[in-house]
């Protein structure tokens, strides 16, 4: 039966944070989504305009609402503005009995208050107590203990602190409000006594709305699936940290974390390996036309992830060993894998900062042929002089092809369909093509070839 999880929260109507963060961490980690609505916000990057509370009769309906029919195997709480509300979602976690990760919202990231200032005893008092984990953030703690906590010492003595006076099992003060290199969260274990630490490299961005969502629903998802409370939290460390790097650069304030990138990352990198699966197929059929194109250094077909996700050469699948030439016909030397192609790699890279959707190019041997083909098939083609790279161009491993794709793209006033270079001493002149997929690159060159063909009869 799939895991099932409860957010009792509000809506951010500009999506980042609150339920909608939940769902699409629950989702993302594998584990069925509902909601008990807290509060609607109207609210974007920039701030939050209005509040309308939802009746605390309803917010406790709808726990027992779910909890009787669905099920809960574990659930968290975000906003809850008003003591009724805090009070109603107490009784119904008390009834059903299921683990609770509460995230003691105070305020949104732009600093606008999440709870009425007579409910902060109410949130100490009822909510915290019944609470397996509990999340503050840096500012959250210093509330809840009456001193300023700055730095990872007073983070320790904050959760030891929350840990005795409210009784919560387990106490994170989160690091993402400090500073430092890395954003450190401080892990305290009530029973125990034990301090653990949780560390990630610290991500320079202001894209960082909902990160408190995320990761409280993240520990809660881990919890429905069974996991140990320490494995759930180390699960949402790796998750929010996926989602603060690959955040949206959305609206003009701080835009949302991105926690479907969990997903996403897994899902594009096996969809890229299917597609170039398919066009190295292609290319296996018709070996005899296309080996006739194969260079000196042989041929390779890449294909990057999405914008948002291609970062670095890892995140560009191709063909390890190359397509090479054997008895005259193209031959793929292994399965497509990531990381293996520095050459295309760069070519898509640096064209992907151009034009974003050209994810994908192979290169082929230079043939003025293929060249002029081309142009009267009406494709867009651009070279550049790799005799005018400048010398501390040269000098720089690996700046060659960008170097020399940016001439290109200059050249021809877009990303074109082709890129040519004559080559340089000891560098064997190229042509590459550049598409949308593999698929597109590959027909791009069948057309090109079976063109020069048909004008030999
Ligand atoms: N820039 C960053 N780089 C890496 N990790 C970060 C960064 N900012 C926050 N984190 C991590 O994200 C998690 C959430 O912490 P944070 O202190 O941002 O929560 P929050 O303030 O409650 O978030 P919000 O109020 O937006 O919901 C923690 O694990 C923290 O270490
Ligand atoms: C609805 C809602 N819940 C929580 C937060 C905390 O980030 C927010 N900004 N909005």
Same mark, same amino acid.
């Given at each position: 039966m799939i895991p099932r999880a409860l957010t009792i929260a509000g809506l951010d109507s500009g999506g980042g944070a609150g339920i909608t963060a939940d769902l699409k961490t629950f989702h993302a980690l594998g584990v069925y989504g509902m909601v008990a609505l807290t509060a609607v916000t109207a609210q974007n990057t920039l701030g939050v305009r209005a509040v309308q509370e939802i009746d605390p009769s309803i917010v406790e309906a709808q726990i027992d609402a779910v909890a009787e029919d *669905?099920? *809960?195997?574990a659930a968290k709480t975000g906003m809850l503005s008003s003591s009724q509300i805090m009070e109603a979602a107490a009784r119904a976690v008390r009834k059903w009995g299921f683990p609770l990760v509460v995230d003691p919202v105070m305020y949104a990231k732009s600093g606008d208050p999440l709870i009425r200032p007579e409910a902060m005893e109410t949130l100490r008092r009822v909510i915290i107590p019944i609470a397996k984990v509990v999340t503050p953030n840096a500012p959250e703690a210093s509330h809840l203990v009456g001193f300023r906590v700055e730095t990872l010492d007073d983070a320790k003595r904050a959760a030891k602190v929350i840990a005795e006076e409210l009784h919560p099992e387990i106490v994170i003060v989160k690091g993402g409000h400090l500073t430092g290199d890395e954003s450190i969260d401080i892990v305290y274990f009530r029973d125990s006594g034990e301090y653990r630490e949780l560390k990630a490299l610290r991500i320079d961005t202001k894209n960082t709305h909902g990160t408190g969502c995320s990761f409280s629903a993240a520990i809660a998802a881990g919890l429905a699936k069974g996991l140990s409370p320490w494995d759930a939290i180390k699960l949402a460390k790796e998750l929010i940290t996926t989602a603060i790097k690959y955040s949206l650069p959305l609206g003009h304030g701080h835009g949302p974390v991105n926690p479907m990138a969990w997903l996403e990352l897994r899902a594009y990198r096996a969809d890229i390996i299917d597609e170039l699966n398919k066009a190295l197929k292609v290319i296996e059929d018709n070996a005899d036309l296309i080996g006739n194109y194969i260079p000196e250094v042989q041929s390779n077909l890449g294909y990057a992830l999405p914008a948002l996700y291609a970062r670095n050469l890892d995140d560009v699948a191709a063909v390890p060993g190359r397509i090479v030439k054997y008895m005259g016909k193209a031959k793929p030397s292994g399965p497509p894998t990531f990381g293996v192609s520095s050459h295309v790699a760069n070519y898509i890279l640096t064209a992907m900062k151009h034009g974003p959707e050209v994810r994908s190019a192979m290169n082929i041997k230079y043939d003025n042929r293929v060249i002029e083909a081309a142009r009267e098939l009406g494709y867009v083609v651009s070279g550049y002089d790799r005799?005018?790279?400048p010398p501390e161009v040269k000098a720089r491993e690996g700046a060659s092809i960008p170097w020399g794709t940016e001439q290109a793209i200059k050249n021809a006033g877009r990303v074109p369909d082709i890129i040519y270079h004559l080559g340089d001493y000891g560098k064997e002149p190229q042509i590459v093509i550049l598409g949308q997929s593999p698929i597109d690159v590959v027909n791009k060159l069948l057309i090109i070839v079976k063109r020069i063909n048909e004008k030999r009869f």
């Open positions: *669905i099920g *809960i195997n005799r005018q790279e």
